[in-house]
Every structure is written in C-alpha cells, then in structure tokens.
C-alpha cells in the first residue's frame, strides 16, 4: 500500500470557521491532488501540486486554498467553512508519468468534514 | 458538464449474473483508467489502457478502450458478492501534462448472495 494518509478522518465544524486537512505521503511522489466526493457528482478536483510550492487549480477550487512547502505535505484550507463543503475528501499522490501521460493515483482513506 | 458519463448509475444484481458497465464521452482521453471503491475507503485502481480498441482481463473483469478513446466498458462474469462495490472510470485528456484525471460519476454495484 501506498504510504498516504489522512488527518482528521472525521470532523464537524460551524459554519465560518477555517479548516486545514493535511495529507502526507512517505512515497516520495512527486504530484499530489486533492478531491471531494459528493452523491451524484463523483470525484472532482480541487487543486493539485506538481512539485514544492507548485500548485495549481482544479474544477472546484472556489473557497479553497492549498500548500506544499515539503515533498511530503499538501495541506487544504478552507478559510471560511460553508454548508456547500460538507463533503468527503481524499487526497491522491501519483509518481512518474508513464506512456499517454498516465499516472495511477493512490488515495487516502478520505477525510469526512461536515460544516453545520 | 461531466466529462465522462457512467451508465448505469446503480446495478443490483445476484451471484453469478454477468454484467457490463459503461463509460462514455464525447471527448478523446490519451488513457482511461478504472478504479474500484468500497465504503470508507478511497479509490484502487483496477487497469489502465491506452491503446484504442485494447482489451485487458483481470480474472472475470474485462476492460476495453473503444477504438476511438473516447469510450471504455467493464464487464464482470459471473459476478461475486466481492465485487461489490462503486466504479470509477477516470480519464487523462490529451496534452495534460500534469497526470490530472477527470472521473465519471460512478456505477454502485451490489451482487447479492
């Protein structure tokens, strides 16, 4: 198994508080995303990283912000939680490309955030 | 707008049924990935294929990539209360350098005992 993991896996907060979800990896891998899974939606991104201090926007990044200031940390905050995040997310890491810019991505176990 | 539209969305079938699931879009993908879920737990990818028209088996799953890449199916023979759970196919577009996949929706399969 890939080393990925999640923290909290569980957490209720109010509405306007900020959030920070870490995710740390000891795979050495070079990109690292961040997803959330809701019914009916799937999986949708949310920012992603491509290497220290680089990062960018997914489809869903409105609300959201992130930071990788070592190889093993990507970290996701939400500065002023809404009821729209309560959400499941899941952090993925994926090494070297291969062939047709294929990389197979690793999840975490998810975190669940419900904001009330 | 999904990028990739899986159909159908629910299947509920009983052990040892044959079944297809579908991933479509309008869209070319350099590669078509399928992942499985179970509750709690985050995706594992099942195959990846690239080429168009490509089949790959893994024991009683089989994979195709359409002949155009825009399309893939997973078809499952004689099913087993093991392989319920929610699938995810996922796609690489052409000329994304950065390994970014766009998922499907997902197809949440129960085999009953």
């Known amino acids: 198994d890939a080393g990925i993991t999640q923290s909290p896996r569980h957490k209720v907060t109010e509405t306007g508080t900020p959030v920070t979800l870490r995710c740390h990896q000891t795979e050495n891998h070079r990109y690292m995303y961040w997803y959330r899974q809701d019914p009916g939606h799937g999986l949708r991104l949310i920012h992603y990283?491509?290497?220290?201090?680089?990062?960018d926007k997914g489809e869903v990044s409105d609300g959201y912000s992130v930071s990788r200031s070592k190889t093993e940390d990507f970290l996701l905050t939400l500065e002023s939680a809404t009821s729209s995040q309560t959400s499941v997310y899941f952090c993925?890491?994926?090494?070297?490309?291969?062939?047709?810019?294929?990389?197979?991505?690793?999840f975490g176990e998810g975190s669940r955030l419900t904001v009330l | 707008t999904q990028l990739l539209e899986q159909s159908p969305q629910f299947l509920s079938i009983q052990e040892g049924e044959n079944l297809t699931v579908y991933c479509n879009s309008s869209?070319?993908?350099?590669?078509l990935q399928w992942y499985r879920q179970e509750p709690g737990e985050g995706p594992v990818l099942l195959v990846t294929?690239?080429?168009?028209?490509e089949v790959k088996k893994l024991k009683r799953l089989t994979f195709q990539f359409g002949d155009a890449r825009k399309d893939s199916s997973l078809h499952i023979t004689a099913a087993q209360p093991g392989d319920t759970g929610l699938y995810l196919c996922?796609?690489?577009?052409?000329?994304?350098?950065?390994?970014?996949?766009?998922f499907g929706r997902g197809t949440q399969l129960t085999v009953w005992p």
């Open positions: 993925a890491i994926s090494g070297q490309l291969k062939r047709a810019n294929t990389g197979e991505l690793f």
């Open positions: 996922a796609g690489a577009q052409r000329g994304s350098t950065l390994g970014r996949l766009y």
């Open positions: 294929v690239v080429t168009g028209g």
């Open positions: 990283s491509y290497g220290v201090k680089d990062t």
């Open positions: 869209s070319v993908f350099s590669s």
